[in-house]
């Protein structure tokens, strides 16, 4: 019997001693973050809404947001409330926005919308946009801080609507590769089809189609290296290392320069390891196979036998042309269909 009553006097004790957290957790401040869709195409615009459904005298607010800058890309932020903005700070995925009421006047009270934010669906996946912290203030100037970790998932798809390639003859190639993870289009919404591929770029977009891995030895360093854009460096490396790229006789990599259709031609037909010695030129079917340097000759011809390039209108293959970002996305979708089977 003795035993039941201490038993009870400790519970009793603990409940009081948790009555306190309880009551901080009551007047903590909540928030919700909702989106007008769940699902967007890349392209199109989605509107993020934050609220609090238990607002107590909030005269002013700061939140700040994470999101992925290669998904989305950000467009505004407003709120309904009277009073000063203060125009957002936005850097690498996160947005500090902040708004106060202005004179002497009640704070707001019950559910309240705080923020509406506009962004624009610019890459495909399950994209999460956090409220990582959120600052209040009362009229009294009295501030209270949290770490809401409220978010909300969009799910973009539907790669092939780029602005700027539906309708393009490589629409499905692009839509097919981007899917697959391994290009991106612009910050604007482009992809940017027709436009000349640079060194870099293809050197990229080929690493990240092969998933080509860190080299594990010393790193083949040109004496251009410091001039390759920092998105580019590791799949540089990771081409060089495979072999796949080698720059040129003054050892430079020239990764700004516009790839041409031969470059290009040599360095997808070296993923398939093809036979760069030939003790014959054999014949092409383009109307200007006497206008391919030798150097390239090889790989024009398994390349066009494996149906990896298939030269352009008129039959032509005019290796000194520059070939253009949808060019390097089919070209590779073959490679990658010829090492194994697309699914």
Known sequence: MKNRTALLLLLMLLFFAMLPAWASAEDKPSFSISSTVDQARVGEEILITIESPNARDVYGYELRLSYDPEALTFLEATTPWDGFTVPPIVEDGNIMFAHTKIGRQKGENGPVRLADVRFKAIGPGDVPVRLTRAKLVDSELGSTTVEPGAFVTIRVSDAAYYTDTKGHW???????????????????????????????????????????SAPSGQARIFGDHESIPAYAKPFVTQAAAAGLVMGYEDGTFRPLQRITNAEMTVMLMRVLGYDDRMDTRPSLPYKNADQIPAWAYPAVAAATEAGIVRGRSGNRFDPDDHATRAEAVVRILRILDRIAPAS
Do not use: H, V
């Open 170 to 212: 490589a629409e499905g190639g692009i839509a097919r590769a981007t899917e697959m993870g391994w290009i991106k289009g612009y910050p604007d919404g482009r992809f940017g089809p027709d436009q000349a591929i640079t060194r870099a770029e293809f050197a990229t977009m080929l690493s990240r189609a092969l998933a080509l």
